[in-house]
């Protein structure tokens, strides 16, 4: 098992993605031995059905949203271009997608291109609810893994895979994200394991022990540790880890489904995504 065709996503409206994070999307690619493609939508802001005839003259709504959709079309074609170059250079370049979509149905037209990709690589401004928003329904609808990129530079931890974090609670989803993980902890230099067992029950006769040899079967050695929350919540808990080891990604279950567009998230998974401290590795 391996990554070989992954997707990233460049958000061009209304805060378009910094062209720093291309590097960091390329290189990542490159350290697990995949072909790397880009995609950007040129989003056509909506003009509301209240406004009236009489608003339009005064204050020209299409004119508007006429110049919003073309700061969207300059910053997508900048941003592709800037891919391409980046990738060709780096040897692993797979192709541009320029599309169009309306603000609505960009998360789908996301979804619709991230079932066809091994992995999703999605930057998240933080506290952005446009992104957050596209993010979220990529993870919990594209049956695909997801990365999040923070776009803090001190956030973004270019460079080689030295220490991946595991949050591991004996989940549904926990096992399927460290399934989809898989080619990433065989290639991390150190995979830290880690359960909180005074956030929640953990319903499992089964021990953290024997993830570990199930891990070590791919020729994965890891090392194990219970974290106490102390009264923090469990997104809380898992940043000052992270942050504490210098983990250069964290590797995750999500928690939460969607209903027609509207994405329920668990605490953790919420707390995390709208500022991820580090890149992390999201799976559903």
């Avoid at 992995?119 to 401004?125: D, E, N, R």
């Avoid at 991390?188 to 070590?216: C, G």
Wanted: net charge negative.
């Amino acid at each position: 098992m391996a990554f070989r065709d992954i997707l990233l996503v460049l958000n061009t409206y209304p805060n378009p993605t910094p062209v720093s994070v291309i590097e960091h999307a390329v290189k990542f690619a490159d350290a697990v031995g995949a072909k790397i493609s880009a995609i950007a939508c040129e989003v056509q802001v909506e003009v509301p059905s209240r406004f009236n005839f009489l608003s339009n003259l005064l204050i020209d709504v299409p004119g508007l949203a006429a110049a919003e959709l073309q700061k969207s079309v300059d910053s997508a074609q900048v941003l592709l271009r800037a891919f391409e170059t980046t990738a060709q250079k780096a040897g692993n370049y797979q192709e541009t997608i320029p599309q169009r979509s309306t603000t609505a149905d960009m998360p789908n037209v996301l979804v619709e291109y991230g079932r066809m990709r091994d992995l999703t690589i999605m930057p998240v401004h933080d506290d952005d609810q446009i992104d957050q928003w596209a993010a979220e329904t990529v993870i919990f609808e594209s049956g695909r893994p997801t990365l999040i990129l923070p776009l803090d530079p001190a956030r973004m931890r270019p460079g080689p895979l030295n220490t991946v974090v595991v949050a591991w609670d004996f989940s549904r989803p926990a096992a399927r994200a460290i399934w989809d993980a898989l080619p990433i902890l065989e290639k991390a230099k150190t995979v830290r394991v880690i359960t909180i067992p005074d956030e929640k029950r953990i319903d499992s006769s089964r021990s953290a022990e024997d993830l570990a040899r199930y891990l070590a079967r791919h020729g994965i050695e890891v090392m194990l540790e219970q974290v106490h929350a102390w009264g923090r919540t469990i997104g809380e808990t898992v940043e000052s880890y992270v942050t504490a080891h210098h983990a250069d990604l964290l590797v995750m279950g999500a928690y939460g489904h969607s209903r027609v567009r509207q994405v329920i998230l668990g605490g953790a998974t919420k707390g995390l995504l709208s500022r991820p401290p580090l890149p992390i590795f999201f799976s559903h």
